[in-house]
Nanobody, 119 residues
Framework: HVQLVESGGGSVQAGGSLTLSCAAS????????MGWFRQAPRKGREGVAA???????VYEDSVKGRFTISKDSAKNTLYLQMNSLRPEDSAMYYC??????????????WGQGTQVTVS
């Protein structure tokens, strides 16, 4: 059973930075990828960034050059460094793992989410 616990969300002014963390436990070694998704009010859940077992990363177009996904395998922790934040980045951010981490359908496990608000 995989558990994902996010932290690091909060309120920040436009142009500011936040770093999200996701502590993973359970059989995460069997997962092909880990990723971050976000969901704003009245919108669907969208993939933001993903990192694969071989270290390859992929980003949603609007966050390229501003967000960086990384993982510390020794600590079993996933990170999302978010710079140059914009009001449109405001959403609930979810850590996830599965076999396809760019679409919700490819996710096996979700965290509970952490709120990011940019004003």
């Amino acid at each position: 059973h995989v558990q994902l616990v996010e932290s690091g969300g909060g309120s920040v002014q436009a142009g500011g930075s936040l770093t999200l963390s996701c502590a993973a436990s359970g059989y995460t070694y069997s997962s092909y990828c880990m990723g971050w998704f976000r969901q704003a009010p009245r919108k669907g859940r969208e993939g933001v960034a993903a990192i694969y077992r071989n270290g390859a990363t992929v980003y949603e177009d609007s966050v390229k050059g501003r967000f960086t996904i990384s993982k510390d395998s020794a600590k079993n922790t996933l990170y999302l460094q978010m710079n140059s934040l914009r009001p449109e980045d405001s959403a609930m951010y979810y850590c996830a793992t599965g076999w396809g981490c760019t679409e919700p359908d490819g996710i096996d496990y979700w965290g509970q989410g952490t709120q990011v608000t940019v004003s």
